[in-house]
């Protein structure tokens, strides 16, 4: 590992950045987001640079930067691409204390700026050390494609039961086990499929020591058109949660080597789905990989109808669909139908809801 990974906290705190071209701007956006008070200089910035000065916490100076603009500057960016601004900034800064990035330069730089996955509070860095930032920007491209906003939305729901989870769960272990639970198990599922009320209702029933994890359920996977690195980040957690997997008999191999290695694989037939809710309804977690987009299926829809009419709770995990396209399946052949650009939504099935 050739840099340390660190977080910094520059909320409020007074961060230079010189230039006025892209490279300026992602700095003074990154800064910002960051709460930063940020100081922009450059005689003629270019237009997204203009774009962002009326921001809050932005003060332009039309001119370069002289030595005690740096004064009490945490983090000092070189952004302009003219050598002599460069190195200037870089020995005033660090006469300062402050730490220095200059980009495209690395033997100006205290630290390199990551590839950043932003779904706060959760917050991704991604670094190749310099060596490959291509790698890094399709990576972040890969995660950024399979992990929901819901989950930056999920850690801050669940922030807000830390002071009675502390009070409850005093060992540390325990505590640690339960933040799993709460956030792989049901509670977690709940809560991305929209049901934040279900959430509170089973994390209530945790803490007062009937444990969310012992409720089954049947989860409709989408898979979309079978390619593994199409599987979203919900289908592969919920997959990997399973107790019992129930797939088409000419599932990839690719895909059942996804799910939980233990978990019990069965060929799904309709005229089993009876059998698939007792399984539910004694506490087994019932995943049923379905082609296509289940949310969008009419047969899908009809085997939650049946599923929710014996006590089962029933969740759909939208499959990832062809830009432009909804995948359908009919028997082991899925076509493809133009649709609108709306992206699809979980969807939760509870013995008390309705489609």
């Known amino acids: 590992m050739d840099h340390l990974p660190i977080f910094l906290d520059i909320r409020g705190r007074k961060v230079v950045i010189d230039g006025g071209g892209t490279t300026a701007a992602r700095r003074v956006e990154r800064a910002l987001d960051a709460g930063a008070q940020v100081h922009v200089f450059d005689p003629a910035p270019e237009g997204e640079v203009l774009d962002l000065l009326n921001r809050r916490g932005v003060t332009h100076y039309a001119r370069l930067p ?3 603009d740096f004064a009490g500057c945490v983090i000092a960016y070189g952004a302009s691409d003219v050598p002599e601004r460069d190195e200037f900034l870089h020995a005033a800064a660090k006469a300062e204390g402050a730490l220095v990035n200059v980009a495209d330069v690395k033997p100006l730089c205290d630290f390199i700026t990551p590839s950043i996955v932003d779904r706060s509070p959760v917050t991704i860095a991604i670094s190749t050390g310099g060596a490959a930032p291509v790698i890094a920007r399709i990576l972040r491209a890969r995660i950024e494609s399979l992990l929901p906003s ?4 999920l850690a801050s729901f669940l922030s807000s039961f830390r002071g009675v989870i502390e009070t409850h769960i005093t060992g540390g272990r325990a505590r640690r086990r339960f933040w799993e639970q709460m956030i792989e198990g049901p509670i977690g599922d709940a809560f991305l499929a929209g049901d934040e009320t279900r ?3 089973l994390i209530d029933q945790s803490l007062a020591g009937s444990g969310p994890d012992q409720t089954g359920g049947v989860w ?3 898979i979309g058109s079978g390619a593994q690195d199409l599987l979203t980040f919900r289908a592969l957690s919920v997959m990997q949660r399973a107790d019992v997997i129930l797939h088409d008999p000419q599932l990839s191999k690719d895909i ?7 978990a019990t694989r069965m060929i799904a037939e309709e005229a089993e789905i009876d059998s698939y809710a ?3 309804n004694s506490g087994r977690r019932v995943v049923w990989l379905v082609s296509g987009d289940p949310a969008q299926r009419a047969d899908a829809k009809s085997w939650s109808v049946r599923l929710t009419g014996q006590g089962t709770e029933v969740q759909v995990v ?5 830009s432009g396209y909804s995948t359908h399946s009919e028997g082991n052949v899925i076509s493809l139908s133009q649709t609108s650009d709306q992206n699809p939504h979980a969807m939760s099935l509870s013995p008390r809801a309705s489609l």
């Open 318 to 322: 939208p499959g990832v669909s062809n």
């Open 199 to 201: 959430a509170e209702d």
């Open 66 to 68: 002289v030595e005690s």
């Open 256 to 262: 059942l080597a996804l799910t939980r290695r233990d």
């Open 150 to 153: 819901g989950y930056g939305r």
């Open 278 to 280: 007792k399984l539910a």
């Open 220 to 222: 409709l996977v989408g």
